[in-house]
């Protein structure tokens, strides 16, 4: 008799096929009885039938507005689902899983919405690339009402509350996004730090949000911005940084963009040994010559084995 209670309390914690196991018994028991009795459908098909970012296993959202921003970046406002922790700090980061073809493709991308009580939302900024399928997808392919898959934001590369007194910040392409959520943020809280704002682009028309930046300009006493247009005048030289910030090595530095211009960065930064004042965010990691072999993938939760091209995520 008491074996028999103890297998039927093992059965009943334990959460059924294909239900994630709780950090709480309490869930696991509701999860996994309600998984048996609804078998050979989950909750989350009945909840789905309710709301579709209702999910008992994953966070979910809905693409509510896709906004163009330059001829090849768009803004994506995305109403997050039951579960989803709008306790982020601005500059961090958000997990984006779209259905694709019958795959879920998934990337990070940097939130360039701000923590707001009122609005339930939140906006990733994309710039679309020739090998960004996903990138590609949701600034050109992706429509209002698409539902969405969600990891919780994360990352390390954010500003202190209250910011320093004087700031750096150095942005290049799409690193714009996380410096845009960071600006935003100080605008929302009326803090007004003394800012330089060194941002490169290809031209005036390839910068992404350039009126609301010539705006914070206009508007704000502390905010200088600093537009490198690098058709006309080149990359920035961060060993003559000088010219444009005569105090650069007292200011703490904010720096996102691409891999070469943050290099440079961190060599200007070590040689004036002041890294210890640099934070950086690196979108691309470096590629190495050798390719993804590809394998056998067997997932433990729903025993289904597949197989992996190296190269599809």
């Known amino acids: 008799m008491e074996s028999t209670i103890r297998s039927l309390k093992r059965w009943s914690v334990k959460p059924a096929k294909d239900v994630d196991t709780a950090t709480t018994p309490a869930v696991n028991v509701l999860r996994g009885l309600a998984a048996r009795a609804t078998t050979p459908l989950l909750p989350d098909d ?6 579709p970012l209702w999910s008992a296993r994953e966070l979910r959202g809905q693409v509510v507005d896709v906004k163009r921003e330059t001829e090849d970046s768009a803004t994506v406002t995305i109403k997050p689902g039951w579960g989803f922790s709008g306790d982020y700090r601005p500059g961090q980061y958000v997990g984006i ?9 998934w990337r990070s991308y940097s939130l360039t919405s701000i923590p707001r009580r009122d609005k339930k939302l939140i906006s990733i900024t994309v710039k679309a690339t020739p090998e960004g399928f996903l990138s590609t997808h949701l600034v050109s392919g992706v429509e209002p009402g698409t539902i969405v898959r969600l990891a919780s934001p994360k990352g390390d590369f954010a500003l202190p509350d209250p910011p320093p007194a004087k700031l750096l910040l150095v942005s290049a392409g799409s690193g714009i996004t996380p410096i845009m959520a960071m600006l935003r943020a100080l605008n929302a809280r009326d803090q007004h730090p003394d800012i330089v704002h060194i941002h490169s682009a290809p031209s005036a028309e390839s910068v992404i949000f350039h009126d609301e930046l010539k705006a914070l300009e206009a508007e704000l006493d502390g905010y200088r911005l600093h537009l490198q247009f690098t058709e006309e005048a080149g990359h920035v030289d961060f060993d003559a940084l000088h010219d444009i910030v005569e105090d650069w090595t007292d200011r703490p530095t904010w720096a996102c963009g691409p891999p070469a211009m943050l290099d440079s960065i961190d060599k200007a930064w070590s040689n004036a040994g002041v890294e210890d004042n640099l934070h950086t965010e690196r979108f691309v990691i470096a590629r190495t010559d050798k390719g993804g072999e590809g394998g056998t993938v067997t997932f433990a939760v729903s025993d289904k084995t597949v197989d992996a091209d190296g190269a599809t995520t």
Do not use: A, S
């Open 46 to 51: 009945y909840l789905k039938l309710l709301n």
């Open 97 to 105: 899983g779209l259905r694709i073809d019958g795959h879920w493709h």
